[in-house]
């Protein structure tokens, strides 16, 4: 199984909207709502900021928003913070109890 | 509070076998998968293999042939043993948990370096 393609790196300023796309194929994103997303502070453990495409763990801002279209899902994040600065993975469920995650994308808050 | 404690050798020499575990604090350890995921420098993550409490095991195809993951369920702890490592095996090695029926890792381990030099 391949790795999920993300793009390498997106930037915003303070107070914007970003999208992250994660891009899959029909074995994985677009065949489950198994996708979840990953906040990566360096030297840190990815910490879960969405799952199910679309569901935000207790704690998490309502900032961070999921969807999925087809073999693509997207993590919206609204009103951009310094401390949103980090690495993005996702992870999508890829079906015989494996699981396939993204290359990783870096968030510049510029 | 769950909390996910890792603890293993950081450096190898080509072919010899890593050996990483992992304890569970402040949980049951039935009902979940536990899993191992890695990091290489400076790349993306990757899925190892899972493992539950009576030691049912999911592995990735491609790593399946080195991958021996274990359950000691009297100390809540899982293991992982990856055999004759190379290079391309340096990595951040976490362990990570999933709810049974869930399809997200909601807890994970502080994260191990593992280099693999001559």
């Known amino acids: 199984q391949s790795a999920l393609t993300q793009p390498a790196s997106v930037s915003g300023s303070p107070g914007q909207s970003i999208t992250i796309s994660c891009t899959g194929t029909s074995s994985d994103v677009g065949g489950y709502n198994y996708v979840s997303w990953y906040q990566q502070h360096p030297g840190k453990a990815p910490k879960l900021m969405i799952y199910d495409v679309s569901k935000r763990p207790s704690g998490v801002s309502n900032r961070f928003s999921g969807s999925k279209s087809g073999n693509t899902a997207s993590l919206t994040i609204s009103g951009l913070q310094a401390e949103d600065e980090a690495d993005y993975y996702c992870c999508s469920y890829a079906g015989i109890t494996t699981w396939v995650f993204g290359g990783g994308t870096k968030l510049t808050v510029l | 509070q769950v909390q996910l404690q890792q603890w293993g050798a950081g450096l190898l020499k080509p072919s010899e076998t890593l050996s990483l575990t992992c304890a569970v604090y402040g949980e049951s350890f039935s009902g979940y998968y536990w899993s191992w995921i890695r990091q290489p420098p400076g790349k993306g993550l990757e899925w190892i293999g899972e493992i539950n409490h009576s030691g049912s095991t999911n592995y990735n195809p491609s790593l399946e042939s080195r991958v021996t993951m274990s359950v000691d369920t009297s100390k809540n702890q899982f293991s992982l043993k990856l055999r004759s490592v190379t290079a391309a095996d340096t990595a951040v090695f976490f362990c990570?948990?999933?709810?049974?029926?869930?399809?997200?890792?909601?807890?994970w381990g502080q994260g191990t370096l593992v280099t693999v030099s001559s």
């Open positions: 990570a948990r999933h709810v049974t029926g869930d399809f997200y890792f909601d807890y």
